[in-house]
Protein backbone atom coordinates (compact mmCIF):
# COMPACT_ATOMS: atom_id res chain seq x y z
CA UNK A 1 0.00 0.00 0.00
CA UNK A 2 3.04 2.32 0.17
CA UNK A 3 3.08 3.66 -3.08
CA UNK A 4 6.25 5.65 -3.52
CA UNK A 5 5.96 9.08 -3.19
CA UNK A 6 7.01 9.60 -6.65
CA UNK A 7 7.07 13.19 -8.03
CA UNK A 8 5.21 12.54 -11.26
CA UNK A 9 3.11 14.28 -13.37
CA UNK A 10 -0.87 12.86 -12.46
CA UNK A 11 -1.12 9.15 -13.54
CA UNK A 12 -3.06 8.56 -16.61
CA UNK A 13 -6.30 7.38 -16.60
CA UNK A 14 -6.61 3.45 -17.43
CA UNK A 15 -10.18 1.20 -17.63
CA UNK A 16 -9.41 -0.08 -13.87
CA UNK A 17 -8.86 3.67 -12.62
CA UNK A 18 -12.32 4.19 -14.21
CA UNK A 19 -13.27 0.63 -12.68
CA UNK A 20 -12.49 1.41 -9.06
CA UNK A 21 -13.42 5.30 -9.33
CA UNK A 22 -17.42 4.27 -10.01
CA UNK A 23 -16.89 1.63 -7.47
CA UNK A 24 -15.91 4.15 -5.17
CA UNK A 25 -18.63 6.39 -6.14
CA UNK A 26 -21.27 3.66 -5.77
CA UNK A 27 -19.80 2.25 -2.70
CA UNK A 28 -19.97 -0.93 -3.87
CA UNK A 29 -17.98 -2.46 -0.83
CA UNK A 30 -18.52 0.51 1.57
CA UNK A 31 -20.36 -1.92 3.93
CA UNK A 32 -17.61 -4.79 4.08
CA UNK A 33 -16.43 -5.94 7.21
CA UNK A 34 -12.88 -6.98 8.37
CA UNK A 35 -11.81 -9.55 10.62
CA UNK A 36 -8.20 -8.39 10.92
CA UNK A 37 -7.02 -10.80 9.04
CA UNK A 38 -8.51 -13.09 6.32
CA UNK A 39 -10.83 -15.73 7.08
CA UNK A 40 -14.15 -16.77 6.18
CA UNK A 41 -17.89 -14.79 6.62
CA UNK A 42 -18.59 -15.20 10.09
CA UNK A 43 -14.37 -14.13 10.96
CA UNK A 44 -14.80 -10.97 8.92
CA UNK A 45 -18.40 -10.40 9.97
CA UNK A 46 -17.51 -10.19 13.71
CA UNK A 47 -14.97 -7.56 12.62
CA UNK A 48 -15.15 -4.20 11.97
CA UNK A 49 -15.63 -2.04 8.92
CA UNK A 50 -13.37 -2.67 6.29
CA UNK A 51 -10.60 0.38 6.92
CA UNK A 52 -9.06 0.05 3.26
CA UNK A 53 -11.13 1.27 0.68
CA UNK A 54 -10.33 -1.40 -2.06
CA UNK A 55 -8.32 -4.41 -1.54
CA UNK A 56 -6.24 -5.47 -4.24
CA UNK A 57 -3.36 -8.51 -4.36
CA UNK A 58 -0.28 -9.62 -6.00
CA UNK A 59 -0.25 -13.79 -6.06
CA UNK A 60 2.83 -14.94 -7.92
CA UNK A 61 3.52 -18.21 -6.98
CA UNK A 62 7.00 -19.07 -5.71
CA UNK A 63 8.16 -21.09 -8.42
CA UNK A 64 11.08 -18.52 -9.80
CA UNK A 65 12.52 -15.15 -9.71
CA UNK A 66 9.85 -12.44 -11.01
CA UNK A 67 10.32 -10.45 -14.41
CA UNK A 68 9.43 -7.48 -16.38
CA UNK A 69 5.75 -8.37 -16.68
CA UNK A 70 5.58 -8.90 -12.94
CA UNK A 71 6.55 -5.37 -12.00
CA UNK A 72 4.26 -4.38 -14.35
CA UNK A 73 1.65 -6.30 -12.33
CA UNK A 74 3.13 -5.02 -9.05
CA UNK A 75 2.85 -1.15 -9.86
CA UNK A 76 -0.39 -1.04 -11.02
CA UNK A 77 -1.87 -3.58 -7.97
CA UNK A 78 0.51 -1.91 -5.58
CA UNK A 79 0.37 1.72 -6.96
CA UNK A 80 -4.03 1.38 -7.46
CA UNK A 81 -4.29 0.28 -3.69
CA UNK A 82 -1.75 3.47 -2.62
CA UNK A 83 -3.26 5.62 -5.12
CA UNK A 84 -7.23 5.13 -4.01
CA UNK A 85 -6.76 4.64 -0.18
CA UNK A 86 -6.30 0.76 -0.47
CA UNK A 87 -4.41 -1.77 0.73
CA UNK A 88 -2.55 -4.64 -1.55
CA UNK A 89 -1.97 -7.73 -0.04
CA UNK A 90 1.43 -9.85 -0.91
CA UNK A 91 0.16 -12.97 -1.79
CA UNK A 92 2.03 -16.70 -1.84
CA UNK A 93 -0.53 -18.26 -4.36
CA UNK A 94 1.82 -21.80 -3.31
CA UNK A 95 -1.04 -24.32 -4.11
CA UNK A 96 1.48 -26.58 -6.21
CA UNK A 97 3.65 -28.01 -3.83
CA UNK A 98 5.81 -29.36 -6.18
CA UNK A 99 7.56 -26.36 -8.01
CA UNK A 100 8.00 -24.21 -4.62
CA UNK A 101 10.95 -23.39 -3.30
CA UNK A 102 11.72 -20.55 0.35
CA UNK A 103 14.70 -19.34 -2.18
CA UNK A 104 12.14 -18.18 -4.70
CA UNK A 105 9.78 -16.86 -1.63
CA UNK A 106 12.49 -14.47 -0.37
CA UNK A 107 13.81 -13.46 -4.25
CA UNK A 108 9.95 -12.29 -4.89
CA UNK A 109 9.92 -10.27 -1.43
CA UNK A 110 12.96 -8.63 -2.53
CA UNK A 111 11.80 -7.87 -5.51
CA UNK A 112 8.82 -6.14 -4.34
CA UNK A 113 10.39 -3.94 -1.65
CA UNK A 114 13.15 -3.29 -3.84
CA UNK A 115 10.41 -2.00 -6.47
CA UNK A 116 9.47 0.07 -3.71
CA UNK A 117 6.53 -1.24 -2.14
CA UNK A 118 5.39 -2.99 0.77
CA UNK A 119 2.36 -5.20 2.57
CA UNK A 120 2.46 -3.16 5.81
CA UNK A 121 -0.63 -0.96 5.94
CA UNK A 122 -1.04 0.86 9.48
CA UNK A 123 0.97 -1.47 11.79
CA UNK A 124 -0.40 -5.01 9.78
CA UNK A 125 1.52 -7.18 7.79
CA UNK A 126 -0.69 -8.31 4.71
CA UNK A 127 1.47 -10.98 3.66
CA UNK A 128 -0.38 -14.10 2.97
CA UNK A 129 0.15 -17.71 1.88
CA UNK A 130 -2.39 -19.59 -0.11
CA UNK A 131 -1.89 -23.01 1.53
CA UNK A 132 -2.53 -21.04 4.55
CA UNK A 133 -6.39 -21.55 3.38
CA UNK A 134 -5.92 -25.54 2.59
CA UNK A 135 -8.49 -26.24 5.40
CA UNK A 136 -10.84 -23.85 4.80
CA UNK A 137 -10.47 -25.08 0.74
CA UNK A 138 -11.13 -28.70 1.47
CA UNK A 139 -14.37 -27.05 3.95
CA UNK A 140 -15.81 -25.12 0.47
CA UNK A 141 -15.13 -28.36 -1.52
CA UNK A 142 -17.31 -30.79 1.50
CA UNK A 143 -20.01 -28.12 0.73
CA UNK A 144 -20.10 -27.89 -2.13
CA UNK A 145 -20.42 -32.03 -2.28
CA UNK A 146 -23.42 -31.71 0.40
CA UNK A 147 -25.21 -29.08 -1.71
CA UNK A 148 -24.78 -31.62 -4.57
CA UNK A 149 -22.38 -29.03 -6.31
CA UNK A 150 -19.17 -31.26 -6.48
CA UNK A 151 -18.54 -34.85 -7.16
CA UNK A 152 -15.32 -37.45 -7.48
CA UNK A 153 -14.49 -38.52 -10.53
CA UNK A 154 -12.53 -41.52 -11.47
CA UNK A 155 -12.38 -41.79 -15.26
CA UNK A 156 -9.34 -41.90 -16.83
CA UNK A 157 -7.61 -38.59 -17.52
CA UNK A 158 -7.67 -40.01 -20.58
CA UNK A 159 -11.52 -40.52 -20.58
CA UNK A 160 -11.94 -37.26 -18.91
CA UNK A 161 -10.21 -35.19 -21.96
CA UNK A 162 -12.09 -37.09 -24.40
CA UNK A 163 -15.64 -36.61 -22.27
CA UNK A 164 -15.33 -32.66 -22.20
CA UNK A 165 -16.03 -32.34 -25.87
CA UNK A 166 -14.29 -29.30 -27.27
CA UNK A 167 -15.32 -25.96 -29.29
CA UNK A 168 -17.84 -27.58 -31.40
CA UNK A 169 -19.09 -30.58 -29.84
CA UNK A 170 -20.49 -30.44 -25.88
CA UNK A 171 -18.69 -32.80 -23.10
CA UNK A 172 -20.33 -36.23 -22.12
CA UNK A 173 -21.43 -36.76 -19.07
CA UNK A 174 -18.96 -38.84 -16.77
CA UNK A 175 -20.33 -42.25 -15.24
CA UNK A 176 -19.83 -40.78 -11.90
CA UNK A 177 -21.50 -37.63 -12.66
CA UNK A 178 -24.42 -39.11 -10.77
CA UNK A 179 -22.84 -40.30 -7.82
CA UNK A 180 -25.07 -40.00 -4.15
CA UNK A 181 -23.94 -36.72 -2.11
CA UNK A 182 -22.76 -39.43 0.68
CA UNK A 183 -20.44 -41.60 -2.00
CA UNK A 184 -18.82 -38.93 -3.05
CA UNK A 185 -18.07 -37.77 0.65
CA UNK A 186 -16.73 -41.02 1.11
CA UNK A 187 -15.18 -40.97 -1.62
CA UNK A 188 -13.33 -37.75 -1.14
CA UNK A 189 -12.69 -38.27 2.25
CA UNK A 190 -10.75 -40.85 1.01
CA UNK A 191 -8.77 -38.83 -1.22
CA UNK A 192 -7.74 -36.85 1.30
CA UNK A 193 -6.63 -39.67 3.55
CA UNK A 194 -4.24 -41.05 0.86
CA UNK A 195 -6.30 -43.92 0.22
CA UNK A 196 -6.22 -43.47 -3.75
CA UNK A 197 -3.34 -43.11 -5.55
CA UNK A 198 -1.96 -40.07 -7.60
CA UNK A 199 -4.41 -39.48 -10.26
CA UNK A 200 -6.97 -42.09 -9.48
CA UNK A 201 -9.66 -39.28 -8.96
CA UNK A 202 -9.97 -35.45 -9.24
CA UNK A 203 -12.99 -33.80 -7.18
CA UNK A 204 -14.96 -31.66 -9.77
CA UNK A 205 -17.46 -29.15 -9.60
CA UNK A 206 -20.69 -30.08 -11.30
CA UNK A 207 -21.57 -27.15 -13.42
CA UNK A 208 -22.91 -28.07 -16.83
CA UNK A 209 -20.83 -30.49 -19.53
CA UNK A 210 -22.64 -28.43 -22.68
CA UNK A 211 -21.56 -25.35 -21.31
CA UNK A 212 -19.88 -23.43 -24.16
CA UNK A 213 -17.34 -22.03 -22.30
CA UNK A 214 -15.00 -25.26 -21.52
CA UNK A 215 -14.00 -24.05 -18.24
CA UNK A 216 -17.66 -24.51 -17.02
CA UNK A 217 -17.78 -28.36 -17.89
CA UNK A 218 -17.68 -29.36 -14.56
CA UNK A 219 -13.53 -28.20 -13.90
CA UNK A 220 -11.26 -29.98 -11.44
CA UNK A 221 -10.97 -28.60 -8.07
CA UNK A 222 -8.75 -31.22 -6.71
CA UNK A 223 -6.79 -33.55 -7.05
CA UNK A 224 -4.16 -36.14 -5.74
CA UNK A 225 -0.48 -35.88 -5.33
CA UNK A 226 1.98 -36.97 -2.58
CA UNK A 227 4.24 -34.64 -2.63
CA UNK A 228 5.90 -32.39 0.04
CA UNK A 229 5.02 -28.79 0.09
CA UNK A 230 7.16 -26.27 1.32
CA UNK A 231 4.75 -24.72 3.84
CA UNK A 232 2.82 -27.48 5.00
CA UNK A 233 4.77 -30.82 4.72
CA UNK A 234 2.71 -33.90 3.95
CA UNK A 235 -0.15 -32.61 5.89
CA UNK A 236 -2.17 -32.74 2.40
CA UNK A 237 -2.00 -35.34 -0.36
CA UNK A 238 -4.33 -33.74 -1.97
CA UNK A 239 -4.22 -30.06 -3.63
CA UNK A 240 -6.79 -27.66 -4.70
CA UNK A 241 -6.42 -26.60 -8.87
CA UNK A 242 -5.57 -22.99 -9.35
CA UNK A 243 -8.93 -22.15 -10.73
CA UNK A 244 -11.02 -23.09 -7.45
CA UNK A 245 -8.25 -21.69 -4.66
CA UNK A 246 -7.80 -18.32 -6.82
CA UNK A 247 -11.37 -16.97 -5.97
CA UNK A 248 -11.46 -18.37 -2.51
CA UNK A 249 -7.75 -16.57 -1.73
CA UNK A 250 -9.43 -13.22 -3.00
CA UNK A 251 -12.55 -14.37 -1.20
CA UNK A 252 -11.15 -14.80 2.19
CA UNK A 253 -8.94 -11.90 1.99
CA UNK A 254 -11.81 -9.44 0.94
CA UNK A 255 -10.17 -8.70 -2.47
CA UNK A 256 -12.20 -6.24 -4.43
CA UNK A 257 -10.71 -6.15 -7.30
CA UNK A 258 -8.73 -9.21 -8.93
CA UNK A 259 -6.57 -8.16 -11.51
CA UNK A 260 -5.09 -10.51 -13.81
CA UNK A 261 -3.80 -11.13 -17.63
CA UNK A 262 -6.33 -12.16 -20.21
CA UNK A 263 -5.44 -15.78 -20.21
CA UNK A 264 -7.82 -15.79 -17.45
CA UNK A 265 -10.99 -14.44 -18.90
CA UNK A 266 -12.68 -17.54 -19.70
CA UNK A 267 -12.03 -18.42 -16.26
CA UNK A 268 -14.00 -15.45 -15.03
CA UNK A 269 -17.51 -17.44 -15.55
CA UNK A 270 -15.91 -19.95 -13.09
CA UNK A 271 -14.57 -17.53 -10.60
CA UNK A 272 -18.34 -15.84 -9.86
CA UNK A 273 -20.27 -19.33 -10.13
CA UNK A 274 -17.94 -20.51 -7.08
CA UNK A 275 -17.72 -17.21 -5.11
CA UNK A 276 -21.80 -16.83 -5.55
CA UNK A 277 -22.21 -21.16 -4.40
CA UNK A 278 -20.03 -20.27 -1.65
CA UNK A 279 -22.19 -17.38 0.00
CA UNK A 280 -25.37 -18.83 -1.08
CA UNK A 281 -23.75 -21.46 1.67
CA UNK A 282 -23.12 -18.70 3.95
CA UNK A 283 -19.01 -19.28 3.69
CA UNK A 284 -18.49 -16.18 2.35
CA UNK A 285 -19.46 -12.62 2.80
CA UNK A 286 -20.98 -10.48 0.03
CA UNK A 287 -20.39 -8.34 -2.09
CA UNK A 288 -17.78 -10.65 -3.69
CA UNK A 289 -14.58 -9.92 -5.35
CA UNK A 290 -14.14 -9.07 -8.97
CA UNK A 291 -11.85 -10.40 -11.48
CA UNK A 292 -10.54 -8.18 -14.13
CA UNK A 293 -8.32 -8.99 -16.91
CA UNK A 294 -5.39 -6.54 -18.01
CA UNK A 295 -3.05 -7.08 -21.00
CA UNK A 296 -0.03 -8.71 -19.93
CA UNK A 297 3.74 -7.22 -20.73
CA UNK A 298 5.06 -8.42 -23.94
CA UNK A 299 8.24 -7.24 -24.10
CA UNK A 300 9.74 -7.18 -27.47
CA UNK A 301 13.63 -9.20 -27.17
CA UNK A 302 12.53 -10.64 -23.79
CA UNK A 303 11.15 -13.43 -22.83
CA UNK A 304 8.53 -13.42 -19.56
CA UNK A 305 7.70 -17.14 -19.00
CA UNK A 306 9.37 -18.23 -15.35
CA UNK A 307 9.58 -21.81 -16.40
CA UNK A 308 11.35 -20.74 -19.69
CA UNK A 309 13.28 -18.04 -17.68
CA UNK A 310 14.53 -21.15 -15.43
CA UNK A 311 15.66 -23.14 -18.50
CA UNK A 312 18.12 -20.56 -19.09
CA UNK A 313 19.43 -20.49 -15.90
CA UNK A 314 19.44 -24.38 -15.35
CA UNK A 315 21.45 -24.87 -18.61
CA UNK A 316 24.08 -22.44 -17.96
CA UNK A 317 22.97 -20.22 -21.16
CA UNK A 318 23.29 -17.38 -18.52
CA UNK A 319 25.06 -17.00 -14.99
CA UNK A 320 21.87 -17.18 -12.59
CA UNK A 321 18.69 -15.52 -12.41
CA UNK A 322 20.66 -12.06 -11.99
CA UNK A 323 22.88 -12.56 -14.86
CA UNK A 324 22.49 -8.98 -16.27
CA UNK A 325 20.85 -9.93 -19.46
CA UNK A 326 18.32 -11.52 -17.45
CA UNK A 327 14.60 -9.59 -17.51
CA UNK A 328 14.23 -10.96 -14.34
CA UNK A 329 14.24 -7.69 -11.73
CA UNK A 330 17.03 -9.48 -9.99
CA UNK A 331 18.89 -8.99 -13.48
CA UNK A 332 18.00 -5.94 -14.15
CA UNK A 333 18.66 -4.80 -10.68
CA UNK A 334 22.61 -5.90 -11.66
CA UNK A 335 22.24 -4.62 -15.26
CA UNK A 336 21.56 -0.90 -13.18
CA UNK A 337 18.10 -0.64 -13.99
CA UNK A 338 16.50 1.64 -11.12
CA UNK A 339 13.20 0.96 -9.17
CA UNK A 340 12.15 4.31 -10.08
CA UNK A 341 12.67 3.33 -13.87
CA UNK A 342 10.71 0.78 -13.91
CA UNK A 343 8.04 2.35 -12.14
CA UNK A 344 7.99 5.02 -14.85
CA UNK A 345 8.16 2.27 -17.25
CA UNK A 346 5.28 0.88 -15.83
CA UNK A 347 3.35 4.35 -15.68
CA UNK A 348 4.03 4.67 -19.26
CA UNK A 349 3.08 1.35 -20.79
CA UNK A 350 -0.31 1.94 -18.97
CA UNK A 351 -3.17 -1.21 -19.06
CA UNK A 352 -5.18 -2.39 -21.71
CA UNK A 353 -7.56 -4.68 -22.69
CA UNK A 354 -5.81 -6.19 -25.65
CA UNK A 355 -2.17 -7.88 -26.18
CA UNK A 356 0.10 -5.74 -28.14
CA UNK A 357 4.47 -5.88 -28.19
CA UNK A 358 6.17 -3.06 -26.05
CA UNK A 359 9.31 -2.11 -27.85
CA UNK A 360 12.31 -2.59 -25.51
CA UNK A 361 12.99 1.19 -26.05
CA UNK A 362 10.43 1.97 -23.99
CA UNK A 363 11.84 0.28 -21.06
CA UNK A 364 15.49 2.06 -22.09
CA UNK A 365 13.59 5.70 -22.39
CA UNK A 366 12.23 5.44 -19.18
CA UNK A 367 15.78 4.55 -17.66
CA UNK A 368 17.81 7.03 -19.06
CA UNK A 369 14.65 9.67 -17.95
CA UNK A 370 15.26 8.55 -14.79
CA UNK A 371 19.41 8.46 -14.51
CA UNK A 372 19.91 11.45 -16.87
CA UNK A 373 19.11 13.81 -14.51
CA UNK A 374 20.30 12.38 -11.82
CA UNK A 375 24.00 10.82 -12.15
CA UNK A 376 27.34 11.59 -12.41
CA UNK A 377 28.96 11.80 -15.46
CA UNK A 378 32.75 10.45 -16.36
CA UNK A 379 34.78 10.15 -18.85
CA UNK A 380 36.02 6.32 -20.09
CA UNK A 381 37.76 4.74 -22.79
CA UNK A 382 36.27 1.39 -23.81
CA UNK A 383 38.59 0.18 -26.57
CA UNK A 384 41.99 2.18 -25.50
CA UNK A 385 45.07 3.56 -27.71
CA UNK A 386 47.46 5.42 -26.61
CA UNK A 387 47.57 9.08 -27.54
CA UNK A 388 51.18 10.55 -27.43
CA UNK A 389 51.40 14.50 -27.16
CA UNK A 390 54.62 14.92 -28.83
CA UNK A 391 55.21 18.57 -28.33
CA UNK A 392 54.63 18.77 -24.63
CA UNK A 393 57.90 17.93 -22.94
CA UNK A 394 58.88 21.17 -24.78
CA UNK A 395 55.35 23.31 -24.48
CA UNK A 396 54.70 22.29 -20.56
CA UNK A 397 58.03 20.47 -19.49
CA UNK A 398 58.69 16.93 -18.70
CA UNK A 399 56.63 15.22 -16.33
CA UNK A 400 53.79 18.03 -16.51
CA UNK A 401 50.27 17.04 -15.38
CA UNK A 402 47.78 19.93 -16.27
CA UNK A 403 44.26 19.47 -14.34
CA UNK A 404 41.18 20.02 -15.87
CA UNK A 405 38.05 19.57 -14.96
CA UNK A 406 33.87 19.43 -15.84
CA UNK A 407 30.83 19.19 -14.53
CA UNK A 408 29.64 15.97 -12.27
CA UNK A 409 26.13 16.40 -13.88
CA UNK A 410 25.64 19.52 -16.26
CA UNK A 411 21.77 18.82 -15.88
CA UNK A 412 22.15 19.38 -11.98
CA UNK A 413 24.70 22.78 -11.21
CA UNK A 414 24.75 21.58 -7.02
CA UNK A 415 26.47 18.95 -8.32
CA UNK A 416 29.86 20.60 -8.74
CA UNK A 417 33.40 19.60 -10.29
CA UNK A 418 35.33 16.58 -10.84
CA UNK A 419 39.09 16.86 -12.05
CA UNK A 420 41.02 14.61 -13.75
CA UNK A 421 45.00 15.31 -15.36
CA UNK A 422 45.72 15.91 -18.63
CA UNK A 423 49.70 15.16 -19.69
CA UNK A 424 52.23 13.57 -22.14
CA UNK A 425 50.30 10.00 -22.95
CA UNK A 426 46.87 9.63 -22.95
CA UNK A 427 44.04 6.95 -23.63
CA UNK A 428 41.19 7.30 -26.61
CA UNK A 429 39.01 5.24 -28.53
CA UNK A 430 40.59 3.13 -31.36
CA UNK A 431 37.69 4.27 -33.26
CA UNK A 432 38.75 8.06 -33.07
CA UNK A 433 41.74 7.29 -35.25
CA UNK A 434 41.56 6.62 -38.94
CA UNK A 435 44.80 7.02 -41.30
CA UNK A 436 42.15 7.13 -44.19
CA UNK A 437 39.24 8.92 -42.98
CA UNK A 438 35.29 8.42 -44.52
CA UNK A 439 33.51 11.66 -45.74
CA UNK A 440 32.46 13.50 -42.86
CA UNK A 441 34.75 11.75 -40.46
CA UNK A 442 35.90 15.01 -38.23
CA UNK A 443 38.08 13.07 -35.54
CA UNK A 444 41.71 11.84 -35.55
CA UNK A 445 43.70 12.17 -38.58
CA UNK A 446 46.33 13.63 -39.88
CA UNK A 447 46.57 17.17 -40.41
CA UNK A 448 43.16 17.54 -38.56
CA UNK A 449 42.44 19.45 -35.50
CA UNK A 450 40.03 18.05 -32.51
CA UNK A 451 39.77 19.11 -29.39
CA UNK A 452 39.88 16.53 -25.99
CA UNK A 453 36.87 17.62 -24.56
CA UNK A 454 37.47 19.57 -21.24
CA UNK A 455 41.00 19.42 -22.12
CA UNK A 456 43.39 21.45 -24.78
CA UNK A 457 42.86 21.26 -29.25
CA UNK A 458 45.82 19.22 -30.65
CA UNK A 459 46.10 18.51 -34.55
CA UNK A 460 46.89 15.20 -35.20
CA UNK A 461 50.00 14.22 -36.72
CA UNK A 462 50.40 10.17 -37.40
CA UNK A 463 50.23 6.90 -35.67
CA UNK A 464 52.38 4.06 -35.48
CA UNK A 465 51.69 0.32 -36.47
CA UNK A 466 52.00 -3.24 -35.47
CA UNK A 467 53.53 -5.49 -38.48
CA UNK A 468 49.46 -6.32 -38.56
CA UNK A 469 48.90 -2.90 -39.39
CA UNK A 470 47.20 -2.40 -36.23
CA UNK A 471 47.60 1.18 -34.28
CA UNK A 472 49.48 1.03 -31.70
CA UNK A 473 49.77 4.23 -30.92
CA UNK A 474 49.03 7.75 -32.00
CA UNK A 475 50.44 11.27 -31.83
CA UNK A 476 49.59 14.24 -31.69
CA UNK A 477 50.79 18.08 -31.29
CA UNK A 478 48.93 20.35 -28.93
CA UNK A 479 47.99 23.57 -29.74
CA UNK A 480 48.73 26.07 -27.09
CA UNK A 481 46.14 28.24 -25.41
CA UNK A 482 43.19 26.60 -26.02
CA UNK A 483 42.71 24.57 -23.18
CA UNK A 484 38.54 24.31 -22.23
CA UNK A 485 37.01 27.47 -20.32
CA UNK A 486 40.13 29.73 -20.71
CA UNK A 487 40.07 32.75 -22.11
CA UNK A 488 40.08 32.49 -25.95
CA UNK A 489 40.15 28.65 -25.84
CA UNK A 490 37.67 28.94 -28.65
CA UNK A 491 39.76 30.61 -30.85
CA UNK A 492 40.98 27.62 -33.10
CA UNK A 493 38.02 26.39 -34.43
CA UNK A 494 37.28 22.56 -34.35
CA UNK A 495 34.90 20.11 -35.96
CA UNK A 496 35.29 17.07 -33.73
CA UNK A 497 35.88 17.12 -30.12
CA UNK A 498 36.45 13.44 -28.63
CA UNK A 499 36.81 12.09 -25.31
CA UNK A 500 39.80 10.51 -23.06
CA UNK A 501 41.43 9.69 -19.59
CA UNK A 502 45.11 10.43 -18.95
CA UNK A 503 47.36 7.63 -19.00
CA UNK A 504 48.85 8.51 -15.81
CA UNK A 505 46.00 9.03 -13.57
CA UNK A 506 43.22 6.77 -15.50
CA UNK A 507 41.83 3.76 -13.42
CA UNK A 508 41.56 0.39 -15.50
CA UNK A 509 37.92 -1.14 -14.93
CA UNK A 510 36.57 -4.21 -16.68
CA UNK A 511 33.32 -3.36 -18.59
CA UNK A 512 30.93 -5.51 -19.34
CA UNK A 513 29.23 -4.27 -22.53
CA UNK A 514 25.44 -6.33 -22.75
CA UNK A 515 23.50 -6.75 -25.63
CA UNK A 516 20.06 -8.11 -26.00
CA UNK A 517 20.00 -11.83 -25.00
CA UNK A 518 17.71 -12.68 -28.05
CA UNK A 519 18.31 -12.06 -31.44
CA UNK A 520 14.93 -11.92 -32.58
CA UNK A 521 12.16 -8.94 -31.59
CA UNK A 522 9.70 -11.87 -30.40
CA UNK A 523 11.41 -14.25 -29.24
CA UNK A 524 9.66 -18.14 -28.64
CA UNK A 525 6.39 -16.64 -30.72
CA UNK A 526 7.63 -19.64 -33.88
CA UNK A 527 7.98 -23.06 -33.60
CA UNK A 528 11.67 -22.48 -33.60
CA UNK A 529 13.27 -23.07 -29.68
CA UNK A 530 13.89 -20.54 -28.32
CA UNK A 531 17.39 -21.44 -27.42
CA UNK A 532 18.19 -20.98 -31.06
CA UNK A 533 17.06 -16.99 -30.73
CA UNK A 534 19.35 -16.45 -28.09
CA UNK A 535 22.32 -13.77 -28.95
CA UNK A 536 25.58 -15.14 -29.68
CA UNK A 537 27.28 -11.86 -28.98
CA UNK A 538 25.14 -10.14 -25.89
CA UNK A 539 28.42 -9.75 -23.63
CA UNK A 540 31.55 -8.37 -24.80
CA UNK A 541 34.02 -8.02 -21.77
CA UNK A 542 36.65 -5.19 -21.96
CA UNK A 543 39.90 -3.89 -20.66
CA UNK A 544 38.81 -0.33 -19.94
CA UNK A 545 40.67 2.96 -18.77
CA UNK A 546 38.04 5.22 -16.74
CA UNK A 547 38.70 8.82 -14.92
CA UNK A 548 40.39 8.32 -11.78
CA UNK A 549 37.07 9.30 -9.49
CA UNK A 550 35.81 6.11 -10.60
CA UNK A 551 38.27 3.91 -8.20
CA UNK A 552 35.54 5.24 -5.38
CA UNK A 553 32.72 3.77 -7.07
CA UNK A 554 30.37 1.84 -4.91
CA UNK A 555 28.81 -1.21 -6.11
CA UNK A 556 25.37 -0.22 -7.44
CA UNK A 557 26.37 3.49 -8.47
CA UNK A 558 25.46 4.53 -11.59
CA UNK A 559 27.69 6.64 -13.92
CA UNK A 560 27.08 8.27 -17.95
CA UNK A 561 29.97 7.30 -19.43
CA UNK A 562 30.09 10.37 -21.85
CA UNK A 563 28.93 9.48 -25.27
CA UNK A 564 28.79 5.85 -24.11
CA UNK A 565 25.85 5.64 -22.16
CA UNK A 566 25.29 4.50 -18.62
CA UNK A 567 26.69 1.87 -16.66
CA UNK A 568 26.95 0.79 -12.98
CA UNK A 569 29.11 -0.71 -10.56
CA UNK A 570 28.77 -4.54 -10.56
CA UNK A 571 27.03 -5.46 -7.27
CA UNK A 572 28.55 -8.50 -7.51
CA UNK A 573 32.31 -8.52 -9.16
CA UNK A 574 33.03 -4.75 -8.26
CA UNK A 575 35.23 -3.79 -4.99
CA UNK A 576 37.93 -2.31 -4.13
CA UNK A 577 41.27 -2.94 -6.36
CA UNK A 578 38.61 -4.61 -9.34
CA UNK A 579 36.49 -1.88 -10.55
CA UNK A 580 33.74 -3.89 -12.91
CA UNK A 581 30.80 -1.89 -14.98
CA UNK A 582 28.36 -3.38 -16.65
CA UNK A 583 26.86 -1.15 -18.96
CA UNK A 584 23.03 -0.51 -18.81
CA UNK A 585 21.80 1.15 -22.16
CA UNK A 586 23.43 3.37 -24.63
CA UNK A 587 22.85 7.32 -25.02
CA UNK A 588 20.13 8.45 -26.79
CA UNK A 589 21.42 9.93 -29.32
CA UNK A 590 25.06 8.38 -30.57
CA UNK A 591 27.91 10.82 -30.83
CA UNK A 592 28.25 13.06 -33.38
CA UNK A 593 30.79 12.19 -36.08
P1 LIG B 1 4.95 -17.50 -15.55
O1 LIG B 1 4.05 -18.18 -16.54
O2 LIG B 1 6.11 -16.82 -16.15
O3 LIG B 1 5.31 -18.36 -14.38
P2 LIG B 1 2.79 -16.46 -14.18
O4 LIG B 1 1.76 -15.59 -14.73
O5 LIG B 1 2.41 -17.88 -13.99
O6 LIG B 1 4.09 -16.30 -15.02
P3 LIG B 1 2.60 -15.79 -11.46
O7 LIG B 1 3.61 -15.98 -10.42
O8 LIG B 1 1.41 -16.64 -11.42
O9 LIG B 1 3.37 -15.95 -12.82
O10 LIG B 1 2.20 -14.27 -11.63
C1 LIG B 1 1.94 -13.39 -10.59
C2 LIG B 1 1.16 -12.24 -11.13
O11 LIG B 1 1.92 -11.56 -12.12
C3 LIG B 1 -0.13 -12.69 -11.78
O12 LIG B 1 -1.17 -11.85 -11.33
C4 LIG B 1 0.13 -12.54 -13.24
O13 LIG B 1 -1.04 -12.22 -13.92
C5 LIG B 1 1.14 -11.40 -13.28
N1 LIG B 1 1.99 -11.51 -14.46
C6 LIG B 1 2.78 -12.52 -14.82
N2 LIG B 1 3.37 -12.30 -16.00
C7 LIG B 1 2.96 -11.08 -16.41
C8 LIG B 1 3.21 -10.25 -17.55
N3 LIG B 1 4.02 -10.65 -18.55
N4 LIG B 1 2.62 -9.04 -17.62
C9 LIG B 1 1.81 -8.63 -16.63
N5 LIG B 1 1.52 -9.34 -15.54
C10 LIG B 1 2.08 -10.56 -15.41
MG1 LIG C 1 1.29 -18.92 -12.78
Known amino acids: MTSPADKEPPKPSNFLRQVIEKDLEQGTYAQRMWGGSPGDAAHHQAGRSDPARIRTRFPPEPNGYLHVGHAKSICLNFGLAGDYGGVCHMRFDDTNPEKEDQEFVDGILDAVKWLGFGWDANGTEHLYHA ?160 QYEFARLNLTYVITSKRKLKQLVDEGHVSGWDDPRMNTIVGLRRRGYTPESLRLFAERIGVTKSDSWIDYSTLEGALRDDLDPKVARAMAVLEPVKLVITNWDALMGAGFQDVCSAPINPRDPASGKREFKFGKELWIEKTDYEEAPPKGYNRLFPGNKVRLKYGHVITCTGATKDAAGNVTEVQAELIPDTKSGTPGSDAVKVKGVITWVGAADAVQAEVRLYDRLFAVAQPDTTDKDFLEEINPDSLKVVTAYVEPALAQAKADDRFQFERHGYFVADRKNHGVGHVVFNKITGMKDSFAK
Not at 132 to 141: G, K, S, T
Request: net charge negative; glycine share 4%.
Open 131 to 290: SDYFDFMYRAAEYLIEAGLAYVDEQSPEDMRHNRGDFSKPGTDSPFRSRSIDENLTRFREMRDGKLADGAAVLRARIDMASPNINMRDPAIYRIRRATHHRTGDKWCIYPMYTYAHPIEDALENITHSLCTLEFEDQRPFYDWLLDRLSEGGLINKPHPR
